[in-house]
């Protein structure tokens, strides 16, 4: 579904507010019937002949997905990643609001990133008493993550949005936890990038 | 594999060199039996009553994924997330070696980002032209992405780790996309959320 808003999004930009199955699937990678078979188990927009309406489309989607839900994020650590969650608008775009952002450095504490002040982590526990805090992304070392992510659960969090390298609450099924393992999906990618090169190499022939 | 492979490691720094399934499994969040089934499946490195010796399981792991093939990779886009990639040591931490950088701002170019030199992206054919080059990150704006990614294409590239929130390369099957698009993952934990409010909040009753 986030791929299907994605390309209905692009294409909003420069058609017009209707798109086939078939255009749909060639900008996914799908044949036709695959998304026509996605789009009817959520209730069928499309109609025979017309296509779907893209406006309407996406707005289903949003709603599925819960974008206009507007859950309340924090984000942990304005490292080069914090930092790109925040100036990036990951968040606003996909219906979240980030009410604050924390750091152990002096160099960022009570500074701010794009109107997001940054607190001292130390201060975490004020933020929960004073707002309702839905999300927080996660972006700390290695080093700090299981620490943290503990303190997150206690003050009760409901979802952690983790980009450290660390497997976070793995044991806390209330917690709901979406990782960004970024070396997970390098090695995907050397993965197949050994198989490819294996199947490129000439064949050893067998004699019979 | 890479999830094993990440808590392997963790396990490594403070335990000895042996590991059984059910400890393996409490760490992953998976079943003693899951674990022996995975690891099975790839040549049953454990022993009964022994488990697994962690050196030799990873060193297999490190082998299956392509980590000591040495890959070699540029970064396009030195914006937070280029940044990040750089300083973090994904790639040198995976098997990879980064040769170059390129970025279109005047800021950037001709600087050093831990001893990996920036280089125009005017300039990027320069590179194909003297070195090996697997795989390109591309953390290059949105309305860059497709330019970026069709001259890599041109050039000869295997592989684009994408970072950016555009589908690229989709009618190019010879190239290996590896996507990491923050929004989808944000949008699945949106889902995520809506779903366990649902679920949480007081059913109505119907009358019979």
Redesign the interface.
């Given at each position: 579904?986030?791929?299907y808003?994605?390309?209905l999004s692009?294409y909003e930009q420069v058609n017009d507010d209707r798109i086939s199955s078939s255009e749909l699937g060639r900008?996914?990678?799908y044949t036709a019937s695959q998304v026509r078979q996605d789009l009817n188990s959520f209730g069928g927009f499309g109609q025979q002949g017309y296509g779907y309406c893209v406006s309407d489309l996406k707005a289903e989607i949003d709603t599925?997905?819960?974008?206009e839900?507007h859950?309340s994020a924090i984000v942990i650590g304005v490292?080069?990643?914090g930092?790109?969650?925040i100036?990036?608008s990951?968040?606003e775009?996909?219906?979240?609001n980030i009410v604050a952002a924390f750091d152990v450095s002096p160099d960022y504490v009570g500074k701010e990133i794009d109107g997001v002040k940054i607190y001292d982590i130390a201060t975490l526990n004020y933020i929960f008493a004073v707002k309702r805090v839905?999300?927080a992304a996660l972006c700390v070392p290695y080093s700090a993550a299981k620490d943290v992510s503990e303190r997150l659960v206690d003050m009760g969090i409901?979802?952690i949005?983790n980009f450290t390298?660390?497997?976070v609450c793995?044991?806390q099924p209330a917690v709901?936890v979406?990782n960004?393992?970024?070396?997970?999906?390098?090695?995907?990618?050397?993965?197949?990038?050994?198989e490819?090169?294996h199947s490129d190499m000439p064949q050893k022939q067998t004699s019979a």
């Open positions: 579904m986030p791929k808003l994605r390309v692009e900008r996914l990678g599925i997905l819960g974008k839900k859950f490292g080069n990643i930092r790109a969650l100036e990036n990951f968040f775009e996909n219906g979240f839905d999300v409901k979802a949005w390298n660390a497997e793995v044991h709901i979406e960004v393992h970024f070396s997970d999906s390098l090695l995907t990618l050397s993965y197949r990038l050994g490819r090169q």
